[in-house]
């Protein structure tokens, strides 16, 4: 199957760590992604990881992966108001030239 | 430089017609995509394209027709539209031969049916 599943929704306040998580249901994913959506703006890729690695960090930016449970994580540090966004994440199955999306996860940064 | 550009980025049209949404990218990506977000923002992928060809075909009804003139363009034409087709369509462009086909998004073009 080609499930991806996330959380709705996301409170935390500005200056705390937000995690984020996605679940995912094919294990033959080569390439996992996190994309961030502003109000009335396109996606804008924030990272992605490789099935093969447990974790990548990218200045606040840290994913977690974790293959036995197909689990993934976006965790960000020092959340600030911009961050408020939705954030998807997304696998690309090997031979497949397309992403399937998680819902997304509606991330609200209270000052 | 706009990367993926699409055009109208909104569209309000009455039920029955046909309409067209234009999409170029300019990074010399040799595949590209149309995606439908709904109103509960879930994406779905449509179609998608490698050097003008069609290699996915999502189920989408035959109303929709993308057309690819070049491998920078991708188009998509709608035929006979319905309420139901309201909903904001992204392109999008990668290059695969690239292992993360890191996909790049246009804005978005929001289409409300009327």
């Known amino acids: 199957g080609e499930d991806v599943e996330q959380s709705l929704f996301l409170s935390v306040r500005e200056g705390d760590s937000s995690v984020i998580n996605c679940t995912y249901t094919d294990s033959s994913s080569t390439y996992l992604y996190w994309y961030k959506q502003e109000p009335g703006a396109g996606l804008q890729l924030l990272t992605y990881?490789?099935?093969?690695?447990d974790m990548k960090q990218d200045q606040r930016l840290t994913v977690l992966l974790n293959k036995k449970d197909k689990h993934l994580s976006l965790r960000i540090a020092d959340t600030q108001t911009g961050d408020s966004a939705i954030y998807f994440c997304a696998e690309n199955l090997r031979g497949r030239r397309a992403l399937t999306f998680g819902s997304g996860t509606r991330l609200q940064v209270q000052p | 430089d706009t990367a993926v550009s699409q055009t109208p980025k909104y569209l309000v049209t009455q039920m029955g017609n046909d309409k067209s949404i234009k999409c170029e990218q300019n990074l010399g990506h040799d595949t590209m995509y149309w995606y439908k977000q709904d109103s509960k923002k879930f994406l779905k992928i449509m179609f998608s394209?490698?050097?003008?060809?069609?290699?996915i075909n999502e189920t989408v009804p035959n109303r929709f027709s993308p057309k690819s003139p070049d491998k920078a363009h991708l188009n998509l034409h709608i035929n006979s539209l319905e309420l139901g087709d309201s909903a904001v369509y992204f392109c999008?462009?990668?290059?695969?031969?690239?292992?993360?086909?890191?996909?790049?998004f246009g804005q978005g073009t929001r289409l409300t049916v009327v």
């Open positions: 394209y490698n050097n003008k060809e069609l290699i």
């Open positions: 990881i490789f099935s093969n690695m």
């Open positions: 999008a462009s990668s290059q695969e031969d690239r292992g993360a086909a890191e996909a790049f």
